[in-house]
């Protein structure tokens, strides 16, 4: 295997058990290394917290890329999540082209949204400028909420293969040739994952759990890009990713008051495990 370095653009939440508190130690037990650029730093996440800090780094972005480009620093992969600014998902766009290697992978998790709403200090012009990333991917990870607000399409809670298809649809209009549908449930007590790879479209059905938790968005992006770039197909990893992600959530189960995040960490072994299969 060569060894293979991704770049990783998301903000540190410094507690909460998401963006890249999730993403690098995910990526990195795949056996990816892993590089960080943070978008912004937070004393919390957003999503229950309030009163949290947040120091925007947009700013300081172009001198990183630039410095990157200088010293001849290339990415195989990029995967981006929670950005700070709609300012920095052009800078975003610049560092696709400056420090990328020739066949670099590109992911974007358009994190902005979830049960139908916008994350605090987002906006339409924020949407809009996604929506002109998410075209520059080769992967895109959104989640239903996600994808309605990218495509203008009405969120809805119960719906058949029909709408879904319909938003894969609108999203492959948009430019989006690989998409990884997250959150899909058409029965009460399942859920999964659609995968639509160059016109083909599968679907991954696995167990819904009772409780939920904050964050899992962010664990199911970085263990799908951990296993997409360890050489997994787009559906096993998407599968593999959704199997970890499960375990995440059981593991959280039996504490009440852990509800800002999903207790990743003991199960991470798991997720070795399914990649050497
Ligand atoms: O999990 C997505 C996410 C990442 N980063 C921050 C957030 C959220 C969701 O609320 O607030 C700062």
């Not at 947040?54 to 992969?77: C, N, Q, Y």
């Not at 049960?115 to 924020?126: I, K, R, S, V, W």
């Not at 997250?182 to 819904?208: I, M, P």
């Not at 199960?267 to 050497?276: G, H, N, Q, S």
């Amino acid at each position: 295997m060569s060894y293979k370095k991704i770049l990783t653009i998301q903000d540190i939440s410094c507690v909460g058990q998401c963006s890249l508190t999730v993403a690098l130690p995910i990526i990195s037990a795949c056996g990816i290394e892993t590089c960080v650029l943070p978008s912004a730093v937070l004393s919390t996440h957003t999503a229950g917290f309030s009163g949290y800090t947040f120091r925007d780094l947009t700013d300081d972005m172009p001198s990183i890329s630039e410095h990157w480009k200088k010293e001849g620093i290339v990415f195989e992969a990029i995967y981006t999540g929670y950005l700070g600014s709609t300012k920095q998902i052009e800078y975003v766009e610049n560092i696709f082209n400056a420090n990328a290697s020739e066949n670099c992978c590109k992911i974007v998790d358009p994190a902005m949204a979830d049960n139908g709403n916008l994350y605090p200090g987002f906006d339409a012009e924020f949407v809009e400028a996604m929506k002109g990333l998410c075209a520059k991917a080769d992967y895109v990870v959104p989640n239903i909420t996600e994808a309605c607000f990218i495509t203008g399409c009405e969120y809805k809670t119960e719906y058949d293969r029909e709408y879904i298809d319909e938003l894969i649809s609108k999203l492959n209009d948009l430019g989006c040739s690989n998409i990884i549908l997250t959150g899909v449930s058409y029965e009460a007590d399942t859920t999964g994952v659609v995968v639509f790879e160059n016109g083909t479209y599968s679907y991954y059905e696995h167990q819904k759990l009772s409780n939920s938790c904050h964050g899992t968005g962010d664990i199911y992006a970085s263990a799908f890009v951990g296993a997409l770039v360890r050489g997994k197909s787009a559906y096993d990893a998407a599968k593999i990713a959704a199997d970890y992600t499960v375990k995440c959530i059981e593991a959280t189960a039996e504490e009440d008051n852990h509800w800002y995040g999903a207790k990743f960490e003991p199960v991470l072994i798991e997720l070795i495990k399914a990649l050497e299969e």
